[in-house]
Each structure stands twice: as structure tokens, then as C-alpha cells.
């Protein structure tokens, strides 16, 4: 991973005006947010800057306003939600560049913070506009990035203002670059991935790109299925992109070429309805699927023989649930999963990296949040850098650490 720099390369900052980008695109109902994990996430960063006297502008956007101001989508929205987490007043500045915002500067006292309004109320954002991230850069003294879920989007308030301060990663934009780093960068091997998950279509480019870095793919949950008719099993009326078998075909070739080994599940958990606990419930060979089911969970003999996979192997990136996690008890596997990786990782034999919406949920729901070695929060971001693309953002802050 090429070098960048942390607020440990920050001189003394007191006085100085630190533009901090953060995400605070938070889930909202009736004027509340309803998780504020965002909030935590950026805390350390937010209030490391403030003790040391700097003043503090966060950067955020909020929705998709389409570059213009919108009453319901302005960051004075998060205000009370983030000074909750923060436990300081915030001040809002309805503007990111200009004349209020140079008032407001000359009002804070070292220490304090304010909150810029939504950046996506201006097209420059968006388009990555040099003039726009000038006017805004022209504010600040430095920059710091912290919102590595927005890093593989080529924003003014991502990119573009790299260009015009010298730029270093927050806290948690740190531990994220370091964790992925330990999962695929530079990893101790031997490294296990596990994809799941509903579909190929989505993770295509994620499956092509670990078939040349890991020693072990394991692939579970809908997408299993796509394989497993790939290798001729019939998989009933399960869920499966038969217009991609060929796809599936070449992945599992690459493998084979690269000293991969795919592993597919080898018994099934199966049922003629989606429901849960439904009566014609019943764990087969994958040879054994009738016309009339479908493959909901991998079978309790294949997640035996995954955790033995994983006994074997010193790091695991892990995208996607291995089953239909929502509806019991096709959450079985991944649970089981989830909690092996748990006890693998805290006996210090594995270092463990998961991400992705519906992961992050089935971790929460086997109540293993704090036992695995880290989890991504950042969806989109997450997948690109499990495709091995290079991210604009984490580019920009590697290519202007000065
Ligand atoms: P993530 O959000 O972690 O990247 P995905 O969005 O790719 O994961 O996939 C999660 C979804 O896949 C879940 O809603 C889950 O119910 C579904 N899924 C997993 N296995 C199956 C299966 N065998 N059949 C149908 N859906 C499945
Ligand atoms: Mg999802």
C-alpha cells in the first residue's frame, strides 16, 4: 500500500482551520437518525483535531440533493444527532465556501467545530469541479479524509481538494486502509475469502479478482447455486442466473490456474416454499434437489467443512451470508460461520475482515460485532476494493501526502 499520511504527521494545529470529510449520510426517521455508527466512527478523529485546538469544519453530504439546495436534505438535519455523539455543540454553517463561511471562521474559538452544509448542493461536488474544491480548500489549512465509504467516488470533497492542501487520513479512514490492506493487500497467508450472497451478477467482478489472491474461495448463498449448475447439479427452482454458468465456468478455470481452490457446498438446505420453518424443510446432497425446491442455506456438513477450511488458513475477507439469513432457519450456516470466525479470530489464528450491508447485519445478529479483527461499514467502497479497483479517494490522499 503506498504511504499516506495520518493526523500523526500533523504539526501543531492550533489555530489552524482543519477541513475534515466525514459521512454523515445517516439512515433518518421522522427528523432522528436511526443509527448514528457513522457518527461513532468519525468521533475519534473529530474530537483528536478539537483538543488540539484546531478548528474544526466538517465536510459531508446528505442524500442526493442533484446540486441543488433542498430544505430536507441540508446536514442541519444531523445537527442534534451528531452533537449527541460528540457531546459538543456543532455549529452549522448553511454554506462550504464564501463569505459566511469566512465570518464563521473568524467566530469559532480553537477547539470548535462546524458543520458545512450539504456538499451535494452544488455541482461541483459531484463533478469533481477544480474551482469548487479550490473555494472551498481556500477556507481551510488542511484536510483530513475520514470517510472512506464515499473514497471511491471522484468528488471535489473526496479528490478534487487534495490537490489544493496537504491531505491526510483520519482515524478511521486509517484503520479501515490498514485493515483491507491485512486482508488482501498484503496478507499472511494462507488467505480464505468467502462470497455469498444472492446473486453472481453483482459480485462477478469481486469472484474475478479473488481467484488470483486467495488460496480459498468458498462460495455460499444464492450465488453457490450459479456454480453448482455451472458443474451440471440440478438446482430445481432455487435461485439462479442459468445465463451466467459460462462465467462461472471460467472463474472456477482461473482458479484451478492460479492454486485457488473453489470451494461449493456439498449438502443443501432445501424447501419447496420461502417461509419460515416451512413443513417441507430438509438438508440434502446438492445430487438430491427435487424440481420443485429450492437451495436456501448450505448444508450443516458443508459449514463443518468451511470452518475447517478456515482452521487452516491465517486471514479471511468475508462478503456475503451464505444463506437466506432473514428467515429462520436458513440463517444457520452463516451464524455458525460467524461464530467460528469469532472464536478463530480471539484465539489470535485468524485475522479476520468482513464487510458489506447484509454481512454486517448477519455478524450483528450472531452478536460477534466486537470479535472479529474488522468490519467495513462502507457497502459500495467496500465491494470496489474487493474488485481490486483503485479508489479515487484513497488514491488522492497516497498521491498528495505532502
Ligand atoms: P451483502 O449486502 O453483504 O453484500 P448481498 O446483498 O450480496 O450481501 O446478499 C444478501 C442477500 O442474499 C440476503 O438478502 C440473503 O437473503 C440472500 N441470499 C443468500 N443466500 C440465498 C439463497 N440461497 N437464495 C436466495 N437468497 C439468498
Ligand atoms: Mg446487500
Redesign the pocket.
Known sequence: MAAFKTLDDLGDVTGKVALVRVDLNLPMKGGSATDVTRVEAVKPTILELSKKGAKVLLLAHFGRPGGQRSSVLSTSMVTGDVEGVLGKELMFIPEVAGPVVEQSIGILRNGDIGLLDNTRFWPGEEANDPNFAQAIAAHGDFFVNDAFSAAHRAHATTEGITHFLPSYAGRAMEAELKALDAALGNPEAPVAAVV????VS??LAVLENLVGRVQHLII???MA?TFLAARGVNVGK??CEHDLTDQASKIMDTADHAGCTVHLPYDVVVSKEFAANPASLRTCNVHEVAEDE????IGASAAEALADVLKTCRTLVW????????TEPFDAATMSLARHVAALTQEGSLISVAG?????AALAQAGVTGDVTYISTAGGAF?EWMEGKELPGVAALTANNG
Do not use: R
Not at 429450492?294 to 442455506?297: E, H, Q, R
Not at 462478503?319 to 432473514?326: I, M, S, T, V
Not at 458489506?356 to 454486517?360: I, L, R, S
Open positions: 455469498g450472497g444472492a446473486k453483482t459480485k455460499g448463498g444464492g447455486n432455487s435461485l429450492m437451495i436456501l442455506d462478503n456475503g451470508p451464505l444463506g437466506a439469513f432473514e458489506g450491508g447484509d454481512t454486517v465491494l
